[in-house]
């Protein structure tokens, strides 16, 4: 199983970025998505998740508003679109993928993505 993130860089603040999350090897259907943030000095934090049925999204308060998640089961593939970019979004964001309905704890994922840097400039 892989989960191959990309889509990250270097933006201004106010900016936006899509984040893509690849899966393989896995029947991508049939789990739930979710995207993490590491910032530098921190630990990982939830950031917004998808069910396998597409019907319920969620997010940390901070990103509200802002971020969308997404999935495209045709392309085995989840997004993360992140508009108004905040300095303080500056993190590695990670993709990962679940079986459980839990979706706020790491420990209830069970693949994980590399990770893919993002950089908001103020």
């Known amino acids: 199983v892989q989960l191959q993130a990309s889509g990250g860089g270097l933006v201004q603040a106010g900016g936006s970025l899509r984040l893509s999350c690849a899966a393989s090897g896995l029947t991508f259907s049939n789990y739930l998505m979710g995207w993490f943030r590491q910032a530098p000095g921190k630990e990982r934090e939830f950031v917004a998740a998808i069910t396998w049925n597409d019907i319920n999204t969620y997010y940390t308060r901070s990103v509200k508003g802002r971020f969308t998640v997404s999935r495209d089961d045709a392309k085995n593939t989840a997004y993360l679109q992140m508009n108004s970019l905040e300095p303080e979004d500056t993190a590695v964001y990670f993709c990962?993928?679940?079986?459980?309905?839990?979706?706020?704890?790491?420990?209830?994922?069970?693949?994980w993505g590399q990770g893919t840097q993002v950089t908001v400039s103020s």
């Open positions: 990962a993928a679940s079986e459980t309905k839990n979706y706020f704890r790491q420990s209830h994922y069970k693949y």
